[in-house]
């Protein structure tokens, strides 16, 4: 069974610009959350989607903004990247309610320069 | 506010050595508490879970301590390997909410 898939892995962007990055569920999982990952900050929650509607948003700016599509993939957008927004980008996939356990993605490792 | 303490930073043994990371948590309406090993450049696994109902869970090697009344948890690693040299992550989360609030991490170095 493939695991989480993060497309791209690397990522090179410059201040001001946008960035999408994508995310494949485990196969038969409804639910995606994503995470940003930072030597600083440690692992902070992003936003979930279940059935293609955001259940939860963490306390990131309104630049940081998601979707889930039928299918369960998903896609997180920043726009107007900053330099902090240097950081591993990591999805996880959970298979619904009452199943809690969550499978991480390799990440997305985005550099903003 | 830092919902989910972990300590300690880091934490050297050596192989056979049995660490100990602890977790510390304020949120009574947790009930879910997973533990995750994470490897350079790889994202995080999950490794062993506990809900509030058991006091510990084995598997393997890990056992998850779970201390209801303190709102404390910690990961034991049976005969450690330097293998099992990697950043350890505690984390809790409430009820159907898929939130994950993570502790800061643990570095381990088990050296042969």
């Known amino acids: 069974k493939a695991g989480v898939t993060q497309t791209p892995r690397y990522l090179i962007k410059t201040r001001g610009q946008q960035v999408t990055l994508s995310c494949s569920p485990i196969?038969?999982?409804?639910?995606v959350s994503w995470y940003q990952q930072t030597p600083g900050q440690g692992l902070q929650f992003l936003f979930e989607?279940?059935?293609?509607?955001?259940?939860n948003k963490g306390n990131f700016p309104g630049r940081f903004s998601g979707r889930q599509f039928s299918n369960s993939r998903s896609e997180m957008n920043v726009s107007t990247l900053e330099l902090g927004d240097s950081a591993l980008y990591l999805c996880a996939s959970s298979r619904g309610p009452g199943r809690a356990e969550a499978f991480f993605g390799q990440g997305t490792r985005l550099t903003v320069v | 506010q830092q919902q989910v303490k972990q300590s300690p930073q880091s934490l050297i043994v050596q192989k056979g050595g049995i660490p100990i990371i602890n977790c510390a948590y304020e949120n009574t309406a947790f009930d879910y508490f997973p533990w995750y090993q994470q490897f350079p450049g790889k994202g995080p696994a999950l490794l062993i879970a506990i809900r509030p109902d058991v006091s510990e869970k084995k598997e393997g090697r890990f056992t998850i301590s779970f201390n209801k009344s303190a709102k404390q948890f910690s990961l034991h690693i049976m005969d450690s390997q330097p293998g099992d040299s990697a950043t350890y992550f505690c984390a809790a989360s409430e009820g159907s909410n898929y939130k994950l609030t993570f502790g800061k991490g643990t570095l381990l170095t088990v050296n042969p």
């Open positions: 196969s038969g999982h409804r639910s």
């Open positions: 989607y279940f059935s293609e509607t955001q259940r």
